[in-house]
């Protein structure tokens, strides 16, 4: 199964009732903060409702490990170690638990302890625009594999 990294570009101004519930459901309060979901049907109309306020795509094994190991958090906002991840899971690292994220063999929510979002910074040199679909050359809407690049400018 395909997993989806999506990042929230755009704030709270003149928003939709059904486009901010939408978001609150996606856990995406906040400007800059990610979230990964499987791709089913359910996630894919949520996506198309919340197009115009956030950008998403399949992210790879890399991405996902070096997401986890520097935004992953505990509660407490106590960083993620790979000491955590062996002692309260059946996997031996953050590089096991990332490939068993991406094979959909585990969830974040089923992590103990384990927030389900990433708060990252502004990307490096800025969003390309954040008016305008990323087909149009803006920063909003699909961009597959192109996601990888944006997380890393976000780390």
Same mark, same amino acid.
């Given at each position: ?26 856990? &995406? ?27 998403? !795509?399949?992210? %790879? ?20 170690? %790979? ?18 994220? &991406? %094979?959909?063999? &585990? ?21 390309? !625009? ?13 961009? !597959? ?9 976000? &780390?």
């Amino acid at each position: 199964m395909v997993l989806y990294a999506v990042i929230r570009v755009r704030g709270l101004i003149n928003i939709k009732p059904d486009t901010k519930k939408t978001l609150q459901l996606l856990r &995406l309060t906040r400007a800059n903060h990610c979230v990964l979901i499987p791709k089913t049907p359910v996630t894919a109309g949520m996506l198309q409702r919340v197009k115009d306020y956030v950008t998403w !795509g399949e992210i %790879d094994e890399a991405t996902t490990r070096e997401l986890l190991s520097k935004r992953g958090r505990l509660s407490g906002n106590i960083p993620l170690t %790979d000491d955590y991840v062996s002692s309260a899971t059946s996997y031996k690292n953050i590089e096991t638990l990332s490939k068993a994220l &991406l %094979d959909d063999k &585990l969830s974040l929510k089923e992590l103990p302890d384990v927030k389900p979002l990433f708060r990252l910074a502004p990307p490096k040199k800025g969003y390309e !625009g954040i008016k305008r679909s990323y087909v149009n050359k803006g920063a909003l809407g699909y961009r !597959g594999a192109a996601i990888n690049t944006l997380i890393q400018k976000m &780390l």
